[in-house]
C-alpha cells in the first residue's frame, strides 16, 4: 500500500489511542499525525499524560495542523467532533476519506448511541469500533485493535516469591459493560494479602501511563476487571508486561479480538467474583503453573499484538475504501 | 379507604370519581385530573374560614372539580393535624395527577406536606398572629416563621382583599405574585320577612373584641329605639353585663342565617380587622346593606350604599350610619352570582400560575404608615375595653373558663409540645421554594431536568412520561397502575410522573446534552421508564443516560412515531392495525385491543423483566439427550445461558454481525435463564428462526448479557 496521508482528530487525547495509532502509522510508511482538539482537563489528573504521540491544537501548532489536514487522504476522526470543528474541517478539507471511529467514552451511556450520525455534513465512508466489547454496541462497524507501543518483557514468579498482583481500575462507576469495581474483588485482594499469599499493586491515585507500565513488568498477574464479560486495555498491556490476564471476557469479546489475530483467541485467565479468590491462591501456590501462564500471555504478545502488525488492520481497513 | 375526618362528605370513593371533563370558559385549570384539597385548622361553624371553605367547596364542586376537606379535630394538636394532612394529600396524589392544598397562613397547617406531593395554594385569611397584633397581644415568634416558610414556599398565594395583604406584610415577607380575587359567596334560598317582626340591626360573630362585639352593644345603647339582634355562640353560656333592652341574642350556630338576614334591616360588622368578612360576603349574599370600618376586607366587594364604609375608629359616625341605613331600610340584588364568578376567575388564573386582581371594587390604596396607624388605633380600643383587670385577675379568670386556651397561650404550652406536634427548627427553618411535583416536564429546547426520585421506600422506582396531548390516557393508565395494592413500584409513591410537550427534535446527542450530569444520574436511578407515545429520539435518549433502566414504549395512536427497536425493551401497541410494528424485531411486543388494557399490560411488562430466584435455566433450542447435568451445573448469576456450536473457530473478520449471522446459523442448542426468556420473550418464542436468533443475540449482547458459549 503506498504512503497516505493521514490525520486523526479527537476531541480529547482518548487516553493515546489516536495518538498510538499515529504513531505506528508513521513507522509503517504512512504521514500521520495525531490532533486532540483539548488536552484533559486543567488540574485534573490527566493532564499532560496522554499527549506523547498528540499535538494538542493552539496557536503555536495551529498552522501546520491546517497544512496538514488540507492535504490529507484519510481525515480519521474519534468519538465525537463539536459543531465548530466540524465547520473548520469542511473549509480545510472536503475530498478526503472520511473515517469514524468509536471508543469508550468516559461515562457508559452515550456508549449507547451512534454519534458519527450527529457528525454532519460528513458521509464517513468506513466506521470503525476499538474491537474489545465495543463491537456489541455498533454491530455493522468494523473492529480495529488497540494498540499498546512498549516493548514486550516479562518477569516470570519462582519459587518462594510472592505473588505480585497489579489491579488498577480507572472508576468505581457501575453498568453494562462499563464496570471495573466489584467489592468481592476487593475482598479477596485483601484477605490474600493479609494471609501474605500475594502482594496488591494497586495504585492509590492516577499514574502517567509508561509509570504504571513499569510497575506491570514487575507484577506477576493483572486483573482487568470482572464485573463485565468485555475486557480493556489493561488486558493487552499485561499480555505485553508478561502477565497472566485476570478477567471475565465472554466468547463474543475474545471472539472479536482474534479476527487481529489469525482466528486465535487470547489467553485470558477467566475469573468471577465467586472464583476469583480460588484462582489467585492457585496461582500462588503452583508457581510452574503461573510461569508457564506467564509465558503464554508474553507469546501471544509477541506473535500477535506487536503494534506494527496490528497496524495493518486499520491499512487493510484504509484500503477498502480507497 | 381514606379517612378524611370530618366535613369529608362525598369524599369516600376518590378511586371511582367522574371523569367527565370539566365545561365551561371559568374551569380551563379545574379540571377532572385535579384534586382541589381545603385544610381546615379552626373546623368551627362560627369561624370565617369554615364558612369560606364550605361556599368554595360546593362551588368547585359544581363544576366537577373533586375536592377534599381536611379538618382539624377539636383539640387535635397542630402537629398531630399537619401530619395527618400530609398523609392524606399523599393518599389522594395516588389517584390523580395533580393535588393542590389550599390552606389558610395561620398556624402554616401544610408544613408536613413534603416537597412535590402537592401544589400548595396559600390563601390570606388572616393568621392568629394577626389577629394577636391588631389587639396588641404578644406575637409568638416561631410560629410566625412557621407561616413565614409557608408562604415562601408556596407555588400560589391569595388573597380576599388588598386589605389583607396590607396588613399582612406588618408581619410576613409578601411576594408580589400574589393573587386578589373575593371569596365565594352562599346561595340563600329565598323566604318571605317575617312582616309582622319589626327590623332590626344584625350582629353576627364570636363575642370578642376583634369582633367589636363591645361596639354592637354599644351602638344599641346608643340607639334604643332600635332593635339590636346579636348572633352569637351559645349565648346562655356567655356572660354580657349589662345588656340593653334592645338586644336580642340569638344562638348564631343553631340560627338559621337566612331567616336572620331577611329581618334585618342592616348588618354591622364591627371587626377591628377581617380580610374580608364572612358575615359581610353573607349579607352581601342576602341583599342586605352593611356598615363596617373603612379597613376591612369587604369594602372592596361592594360600593356605598350597599356597603356603607366608616373611617376607623369613628364610632359616632359608625352609629350615624347605621341610623341612615336602618332608616332606608332597604334590599339590593344578590351579591352571589356576581363573586362566585370573579372567585371561578381567580382561582382558575392563579391555577394557571397566573396573577390576577379580580375585585369588585377598586381598593384603597394604604400605605404602610397609614396601616401601621389603624393598627395602633386597633390595640388601643383593644386595650381600653379589657376593663382594666389586673394581670393576674386575667389569667385567673382565664384559667377557669378555658384551661386549655389557658395551657395553650402559656409559657408551658410554648415549651412542652404536645404528642403527634413534632416541631423541629432545623426542619422548619429551611425556606427553600416548593419543587415542582412533576417529575419532569420536558419542553422546546430548555434543559431537562428531573426531581430527584424517593429514596424511601426502597424499591424499584417507576417513571411514567407522556404527551401533554394524551393526558386522558395517561391519567386512566396512572390511575388503573395505583390499583395494583400488591404491585407497588407503579404505584404512588414509587411511581414518578413526566410530562412531555412541544417537544423539539434536534437528535438524540443534542438531547443527551440537554440533560446534565445530575440530573443523568436521577435518571439513571429509575429502573422502569414507561412512555406514552413518545418521540423516538426521547426514548433513546433518556436510556442513554443510564445504565440499568428499561424502557416500555405504549404507542396508543395510530400517528404516533415507530420507536428504534435497540432502545425499547418492551413494546405495548393499542390495537392490532397500528403501525407497521410487525416489520421490526422487537425484545417483547405487547398488543392490548384498547387503552383500558394498557394498565394490565404495563405491569406484564415490567413484572416479565424483574428477576426470577432461582433463575432455572429454560432449553429452547436443542438438548434434546441427557442435558441435566449441563443445565443445573450453571450459575445464571454470571451466565445468563449455554449456546452450542460445533465451530470451533468461527473465523470471522468482519462486524460483529458477521459473528451473529456465523453463530447463529451454526448454532445447535440454546437454553437461557427463565429471566432472560422473560426479557426477550417475543424472540425467544421464535427462536427457531435463524433471523430472529441473530436478533436475540445482538440485543441480549447489547443489554450486557453474557453466555456460556461451547464450542
Not at chain 1, 24 to 39: F, I, K, N, T
Not at chain 2, 595 to 600: F, Q, R, S
Request: glycine share 6%; net charge positive.
Amino acid at each position: 500500500m503506498s504512503a497516505l496521508k493521514i490525520v486523526h482528530i479527537t476531541p480529547t487525547p482518548l487516553v493515546g489511542a489516536p495518538g498510538k495509532i499515529a504513531w505506528a502509522q508513521r513507522m509503517s510508511g504512512h504521514r500521520s499525525l495525531a490532533v486532540a482538539l483539548s488536552d484533559y482537563p486543567e488540574g485534573g489528573p490527566l493532564k499532560k499524560t496522554f499527549l506523547a504521540h498528540t499535538l494538542e491544537i493552539d496557536d503555536f501548532t495551529r498552522a501546520h495542523i491546517d497544512k496538514s489536514v488540507r492535504n490529507a487522504d484519510i481525515i480519521h476522526l474519534h468519538n465525537f467532533l463539536p459543531d465548530n470543528w466540524i465547520k473548520w474541517l469542511k473549509n480545510l478539507n472536503q475530498t478526503a476519506a472520511f473515517v469514524y471511529q468509536a471508543h469508550s467514552p468516559l461515562r457508559e451511556g452515550p456508549l449507547y448511541t451512534e454519534r458519527a450520525n450527529d457528525i454532519a455534513p460528513f458521509e464517513f465512508k468506513l466506521k470503525l469500533v476499538v474491537g474489545q466489547f465495543q463491537g456489541r454496541f455498533y454491530p455493522s462497524f468494523l473492529p480495529v485493535p488497540n494498540l499498546v507501543l512498549s516493548p514486550p518483557s516479562i518477569r516470570k514468579y519462582q519459587a518462594g516469591e510472592k505473588l505480585r498482583v497489579m489491579f488498577s481500575p480507572t472508576h468505581k462507576r457501575g453498568g453494562r459493560w462499563n464496570a471495573k469495581h466489584s467489592k468481592e474483588l476487593e475482598n479477596s485482594l485483601s484477605d490474600l494479602s493479609q494471609l501474605n499469599k500475594i502482594e496488591v499493586i494497586s495504585p492509590k491515585q492516577p499514574v502517567p501511563p509508561e509509570t504504571l507500565m513499569e510497575l506491570r513488568r514487575t507484577c506477576h498477574v493483572s486483573i482487568d476487571e470482572i464485573a463485565t464479560g468485555g475486557f480493556h486495555l489493561v488486558s493487552l498491556e499485561a499480555m505485553c508486561a508478561g502477565n497472566i490476564i485476570i478477567n471475565r471476557a465472554d466468547y463474543f469479546a475474545k471472539t472479536t479480538f482474534s479476527t487481529f489475530c489469525d482466528g486465535q483467541l487470547p489467553p485470558f485467565h477467566y475469573a468471577d467474583n465467586s472464583c476469583i479468590a480460588k484462582v489467585l491462591l492457585r496461582l500462588s501456590e503452583d508457581w510452574q503453573e503461573t510461569s508457564r501462564l506467564q509465558q503464554k500471555s508474553y507469546n501471544f504478545f509477541c506473535r500477535y499484538c506487536d503494534p506494527m502488525r496490528l497496524i495493518g488492520v486499520y491499512d487493510a481497513a484504509y484500503e477498502s475504501i480507497l | 379507604m381514606v379517612d378524611f375526618g370530618r366535613a369529608s362528605e362525598n369524599s369516600n370513593s376518590f378511586r371511582t370519581l367522574s371523569t367527565t371533563a370539566v365545561r365551561g370558559a371559568d374551569t380551563v385549570m379545574l379540571n377532572a385530573s385535579l384534586a382541589y384539597v381545603f385544610a381546615d385548622p379552626v373546623g368551627r361553624v362560627d369561624s370565617g374560614v369554615t364558612s369560606y371553605i364550605s361556599n368554595a367547596r360546593l362551588l368547585l364542586e359544581s363544576r366537577n372539580v373533586r375536592v377534599f376537606v381536611v379538618v382539624r379535630e377539636e383539640r387535635e394538636p397542630f402537629g398531630a393535624y399537619r401530619e395527618r394532612l400530609a398523609m392524606q394529600v399523599e393518599k389522594i396524589k395516588t389517584a390523580v395527577l395533580k393535588v393542590v392544598v389550599e390552606a389558610p397562613e395561620s398556624d402554616a397547617v401544610t408544613t408536613e406536606i413534603p416537597k412535590n406531593a402537592a401544589d400548595i395554594h396559600i390563601r390570606l385569611h388572616g393568621s392568629r398572629q394577626l389577629g394577636a397584633l391588631v389587639q396588641g397581644l404578644p406575637l409568638n415568634k416561631n410560629w410566625l416563621a412557621l407561616e413565614q416558610r409557608e408562604i415562601s414556599r408556596a407555588s400560589m398565594l391569595s388573597s380576599p382583599s388588598k386589605s389583607a395583604i396590607d396588613f399582612s406584610k406588618q408581619l410576613y415577607k409578601i411576594p408580589d405574585r400574589i393573587s386578589l380575587y373575593p371569596n365565594p359567596a352562599p346561595t340563600w334560598e329565598a323566604s318571605t320577612p317575617d312582616k309582622d317582626r319589626k327590623k332590626y340591626v344584625l350582629f353576627i360573630g364570636r363575642p370578642q373584641q376583634l369582633k367589636g362585639v363591645q361596639w354592637a352593644f354599644e351602638m344599641a345603647r346608643q340607639m334604643p329605639d332600635i332593635p339590636f339582634t346579636l348572633a352569637v355562640p351559645a349565648p346562655r353560656k356567655q356572660r354580657f353585663k349589662n345588656i340593653p333592652s334592645n338586644v336580642q341574642l340569638v344562638d348564631g350556630v343553631r340560627a338559621t342565617k337566612d331567616k336572620l338576614f331577611m329581618n334585618a334591616s342592616l348588618v354591622v360588622v364591627p371587626s377591628l380587622h377581617e380580610t374580608a368578612s364572612m358575615v359581610g360576603i353573607e349579607a352581601l349574599a342576602a341583599g342586605v346593606p352593611l356598615v363596617t370600618w373603612g379597613h376591612l376586607g369587604i369594602v372592596e366587594y361592594a360600593a356605598a350604599p350597599f356597603v356603607t364604609a366608616v373611617e376607623p375608629y369613628k364610632f359616632d359616625d359608625f352609629i350615624e350610619m347605621v341610623r341612615a341605613t336602618h332608616s332606608l331600610c332597604r334590599r339590593y340584588p344578590s351579591a352571589t352570582p356576581k363573586l362566585n364568578s370573579l372567585f371561578l376567575q381567580g382561582i382558575n388564573t392563579t391555577l394557571a400560575s397566573g396573577k390576577c386582581d379580580y375585585m369588585p371594587e377598586k381598593a384603597r390604596d394604604c400605605t404602610t404608615e397609614q396601616v401601621r396607624l389603624i393598627t395602633r388605633k386597633s390595640i388601643e380600643v383593644a386595650m381600653a375595653s379589657k376593663q382594666n383587670l389586673p394581670r393576674w385577675r386575667r389569667k385567673l379568670r382565664k384559667l377557669i373558663r378555658n384551661p386549655s386556651l389557658f395551657y395553650k397561650d402559656s409559657w408551658l404550652g410554648q415549651v412542652i409540645i404536645a404528642p403527634g406536634a413534632k416541631i423541629s427548627e432545623s426542619k422548619f427553618g429551611n425556606t427553600k421554594p416548593q419543587e415542582p411535583r412533576l417529575f419532569s416536564l420536558i419542553s422546546g429546547t430548555e434543559e431537562i431536568t428531573f426531581s430527584e426520585p424517593p429514596e424511601k421506600p426502597e424499591g424499584l422506582i417507576t417513571a411514567f412520561l407522556y404527551s401533554e396531548d394524551s393526558e386522558e390516557d395517561a391519567r386512566q393508565i396512572i390511575m388503573g397502575l395505583n390499583g395494583f395494592d400488591d404491585f407497588r413500584c407503579v404505584c404512588h409513591p414509587m411511581l414518578q410522573i413526566g410530562v412531555f410537550r412541544d417537544f423539539r427534535d434536534d437528535g438524540v446527542i443534542q438531547l443527551i446534552n440537554r440533560i446534565d450530569l445530575r440530573n443523568k444520574n436521577k435518571i439513571s436511578s429509575i429502573d422502569h421508564i414507561i412512555l406514552l407515545d413518545p418521540p423516538p429520539s426521547l426514548v433513546e435518549a433518556l436510556r442513554s443516560c443510564g445504565t440499568r433502566q428499561r424502557t416500555v414504549v405504549i404507542l396508543s395512536r395510530n400517528d404516533a412515531h415507530m420507536p428504534n427497536p435497540w432502545h425499547t425493551d418492551v413494546l405495548i401497541v393499542v390495537g392490532k392495525k397500528n403501525l407497521n410494528v410487525s416489520s421490526s424485531i422487537w425484545r417483547r411486543k405487547i398488543v392490548v385491543n384498547s387503552c383500558a388494557d394498557l394498565p394490565v399490560a404495563i405491569r406484564r411488562a415490567i413484572q416479565e423483566g424483574l428477576g426470577k430466584s432461582p433463575d432455572m435455566l429454560l432449553p429452547l433450542l436443542g438438548f434434546d439427550g441427557d442435558y441435566r447435568e449441563e443445565l443445573l451445573g450453571i450459575n445464571t448469576c454470571y451466565y445468563k445461558g449455554i449456546i452450542k456450536s460445533p465451530l470451533n473457530n468461527i473465523s470471522a473478520t468482519g462486524p460483529m454481525d458477521d459473528i451473529y449471522t456465523k453463530l447463529a446459523l451454526n448454532v445447535t442448542d440454546i437454553a437461557v435463564a427463565e429471566s432472560i426468556y422473560l426479557r426477550y420473550r417475543s424472540l425467544c418464542d421464535q427462536i427457531e428462526d435463524v433471523e430472529i436468533r441473530k436478533q436475540f443475540l445482538a440485543f441480549s449482547l447489547y443489554d450486557g448479557v453474557i453466555f456460556d458459549v461451547r464450542t
